[in-house]
Structure formats: C-alpha cells, structure tokens
C-alpha cells in the first residue's frame, strides 16, 4: 500500500503564486507515475499535469506555461508550481502514484484563487 499526502494549498490572489507539495511512501518512489487532478463540486476530476517515472511530463491545455511539475525522487516527493493562478484555478486538487497497476491518490488540498 501507498500513501499519498498532499500539502501546500491555501488562498492566492489572482496572479499570485502557490506551490503543491506530494509525499509517496513506499522504496520504489523512482518507478511510480506521478499525476496532479482537481475536481471543483459537480464536476469530473481532470488532469492538472502528470510525470511518469520516465518520459515526457504532460500538461492540461488550461495549465500549460504556468503549472510545472517537478519531483525529487531523494524525498520521495513531487511537486506542483502554480503560476499565475486565476479564479477558474480554484478546486480540491489530488495527487495520486501509479506503480504496478494500482492506482493510488491522496485526500487532497484545497486552493482557492479569489481576491
């Protein structure tokens, strides 16, 4: 079993910053896919970004030049910069770790953009 934590989420401004935090238990970290949703009330989770263990990160259309993904495989960790948040930014946003089949996600943080 995996545990995933997600930390890092609060009230921005719009145009302001934030930075997601993503900790992943487990000794095999370096081979799980890494994957950032949201979801706001009444709607389908979607995809924010997502790092697979190895290859190329992928990115929402709605995030792509101001969300990053990064991770630290040292801390068992990855991250998600948000840029330039917007209104429309605001949802519980959800990390999960792919590894083996299973699918594994984290109780999720909430970021409110709002001035």
């Known amino acids: 079993q995996v545990q995933v934590v997600e930390s890092g989420g609060g009230l921005a401004q719009p145009g302001g910053s934030l930075r997601l935090s993503c900790a992943a238990s487990?000794?095999?970290?370096?081979?799980?896919?890494m994957g950032w949703y949201r979801q706001v009330p009444g709607k389908q989770r979607e995809l924010v970004a997502v790092?697979?263990?190895?290859?190329?990160?992928n990115y929402a259309d709605s995030v792509k030049g101001r969300f990053t993904i990064t991770r630290d495989n040292t801390k068992n960790t990855v991250y998600l910069q948000m840029n330039s948040l917007k209104p429309e930014d605001t949802a519980v946003y959800y990390c999960?770790?792919?590894?083996?089949?299973?699918?594994?996600w984290g109780q999720g943080t909430q970021v409110t953009v709002s001035s």
């Open positions: 790092m697979p263990s190895g290859g190329t990160t």
């Open positions: 487990g000794s095999f970290f370096r081979a799980y896919a």
């Open positions: 999960n770790a792919k590894y083996v089949g299973n699918i594994y």
